[in-house]
């Protein structure tokens, strides 16, 4: 359809040279043509030319000082990019390869994500071209007053309320909201993922992992199947990878590896959680520390990896999680993985499969959950935290969970009848575009041209 050509002609000459936000736009817009065509007012309220611009970008400059005294420029983003469901909602991520582009495309994505909980959040994103490894407490905390120091303005309890990303944990989300404190005197639910002392949530730490193999165990019970006894492959080794990790070892899977930067761990009598958390939350250390305490595990080094290919998805397994970061997976990749038995693929990460590795599982008819819809736990158990915040309240860890488990099936059949109703069963990229998209196009409608 010409639409969605023309809108990307149009996005490449508005926004030049942010390859994952077109990445990202292609895919959604591709998969509402059988919307379009069955209902083609969508186009007379412009919805796609609306939905694809944010409503609002804000950059600024992040000057901060190491501990010898020098003085470092950043470069910091917070992406508004729609509010017909509600707040804005969306992590900030501080990484090297942050970009304007980056942060469009991670917008972009969690206006549907969000769309899909059935909460009223909308979507942002933000984040900074910053580096936290290698740098000490006080740098981290001294960056994270700067990055606040711009930022507070533009946020708050009703209107934008950041999360975490790649990059922001918890100690930087405790610096982020002392700052916010500081600079507005207010004590209120302006971030998420808060310390359970000073208004978080119990179980948002756990969420988008947990989340993401809930939702695994959907799209298998569909197909009369569990994950029990099912060898796993993870990526990432962060907050997300960890607690993938964690729920599949609970519900009697086997995962097998985990990632970072520098390389992989694959450990075939399946992952030490206890270990992991040790290395990485608490001592922020390499994954190669770890074959020294499980001597039937391998460390390999990135530059070791396979030509074309990451080593996390050549290893024999029935289902994989990809924890990292976006566009991980390749088309090269995913043929491994097919040829070595995956059947289920669960995304924990945003995007991290390439457009031609989609494909190839969608062709393949495995079950394949996209990250907007199987990773949509953690920023659903946000919105939880600020319930929880505006009531004053801290409800159980047994609450939060039950409520995630009921989001994630709901995702599930959302993406499942939507794509059925579409006239392609089991395509839930399908589903999850087409069911995201027109609650929010709905909503834009009913709210007038704004």
């Not at 490894?133 to 960056?143: L, N, T, V």
């Not at 992989?264 to 992952?271: A, F, L, Q, T, Y």
């Not at 491994?336 to 990460?349: I, N």
């Amino acid at each position: 359809m010409p639409y969605v050509h023309d809108t990307l002609n149009r996005l490449q000459h508005s926004s030049p040279a942010q390859a994952e936000f077109y990445q990202a736009a292609e895919e959604v817009l591709e998969c509402l043509r059988p919307l379009f065509e069955r209902y083609p007012h969508y186009h007379d309220h412009a919805i796609i030319e609306r939905i694809v611009e944010p409503e609002r970008q804000v950059f600024f400059r992040i000057s901060w000082t190491d501990d010898a005294g020098k003085v470092h420029v950043n470069k910091g983003f917070r992406v508004q990019f729609n509010s017909a469901l509600g707040p804005y909602k969306g992590g900030l991520r501080f990484h090297p390869s942050v970009t304007a582009g980056t942060i469009k495309f991670l917008g972009f994505e969690q206006i549907f994500k969000n769309s899909l909980t059935g909460l009223a959040i909308g979507g942002g994103k933000g984040g900074a071209d910053f580096d936290p490894k290698g740098k000490s407490d006080a740098e981290i905390m001294r960056f994270c007053q700067a990055f606040m120091t711009e930022l507070h303005r533009h946020i708050g309890p009703t209107s934008d309320v950041p999360a975490g990303d790649i990059g922001v944990g918890g100690r930087e989300i405790g610096y982020l909201f002392g700052q916010y404190k500081r600079l507005t005197g207010r004590y209120e639910g302006v971030l998420t993922g808060k310390g359970l002392c000073w208004g978080g949530s119990l179980g948002r730490k756990e969420a988008t992992g947990y989340g993401a193999v809930y939702f695994a165990q959907n799209m298998l019970a569909d197909r009369g199947d569990t994950l029990e006894g099912k060898t796993c492959l993870v990526s990432g080794a962060g907050n997300v990878a960890i607690y993938t990790i964690e729920k599949l070892l609970e519900l009697g899977a086997r995962p097998v590896t985990c990632s970072d930067s520098q390389g992989m761990i694959h450990d075939p009598e399946g992952i030490d959680i206890a270990l992991l958390k040790e290395l990485k939350e608490r001592r922020r250390g390499s994954l190669e520390e770890y074959v020294g305490q499980r001597p039937q595990a391998r460390y390999i080094p990135v530059r070791d990896y396979p030509m074309n290919g990451h080593s996390v998805w050549h290893i024999k397994a029935e289902a994989a999680f990809p924890c990292a970061t976006q566009n991980e997976l390749t088309l090269e990749d995913a043929e491994v993985m097919l040829a070595q038995g995956v059947r289920c693929v669960s995304e924990g990460a945003n995007m991290p499969s390439t457009k031609e590795a989609v494909e190839l599982f969608l062709e393949a008819g495995i079950a394949y959950g996209p990250g907007k819809a199987a990773n949509a736990g953690g920023v659903a158990t946000s919105q939880l935290e600020m319930a929880q915040n505006s009531a004053m309240e801290q409800w159980p860890l047994e609450k939060v969970d039950e409520k995630l488990q009921r989001i994630m099936a709901d995702i599930y059949r959302q993406c499942a009848e939507t794509a059925a109703e579409f006239g392609d069963p089991g395509n839930l990229v399908l589903g999850a575009n087409i069911a995201g998209f027109r609650k929010v196009a709905d909503a834009m409608i009913d709210q007038g041209v704004m």
